[in-house]
């Protein structure tokens, strides 16, 4: 999420499940990702994009949580791969 284009990234939480933002982290940092698993730990999967900060800062603050892509990125990976299919014909 920009905050003001190309100067600074947030990162928002959203519960899924209740389809809810609950929370706005100030930066992409994987250290303040961690910190806030810690203060929440009752998250038991993490939905994320192919971050490899996000994914870092899940496995230390929340080691055991299963790890998902989020639908959106699925959708986008599974597009390139078959436009690359496409365009090699």
Known sequence: MAWRKGC???????DLEK????????DREAATLTDWLFAHPDIETVA???????R???MMGRPYATQ???RW??????GDVLEKIV???
């Open 8 to 14: 600074t990234y947030g990162t928002i939480i959203v």
């Open 19 to 26: 389809r809810k933002v609950i929370d706005l982290l100030p």
């Open 48 to 54: 994320r994009d192919r971050s490899i900060t996000y």
């Open 56 to 58: 870092n800062g899940i």
């Open 68 to 70: 998902i892509a989020d």
């Open 73 to 78: 990125h699925l959708l986008s990976n599974l």
């Open 87 to 89: 365009n090699a014909f």
